[in-house]
């Protein structure tokens, strides 16, 4: 961070405020209704886990 008092305490409120906007907007948002997918993976997403594998076939999106 920096010596600044006073900047420290801006970027502390952008910051807030930034949070805050975002939470608002998730809420907001409707959940999107998507089909299941068909002969696809179980458990997480394997884009975000980084588990690029099923039956020895690495997929490359």
């Known amino acids: 961070m920096t010596d600044d008092p ?4 801006r970027l502390r409120a952008a910051a807030t405020r930034a949070l805050a906007e975002a939470e608002d907007r998730k809420r907001a948002t ?8 068909l ?4 458990g997480p997403e394997p884009i975000r886990f980084g588990d690029w594998e099923k039956k020895g076939i690495t997929c490359d999106f």
């Open 6 to 9: 006073e900047k420290t305490a």
């Open 30 to 37: 409707p959940p999107l209704d998507l089909p299941e997918e």
């Open 39 to 42: 002969g696809g993976r179980d």
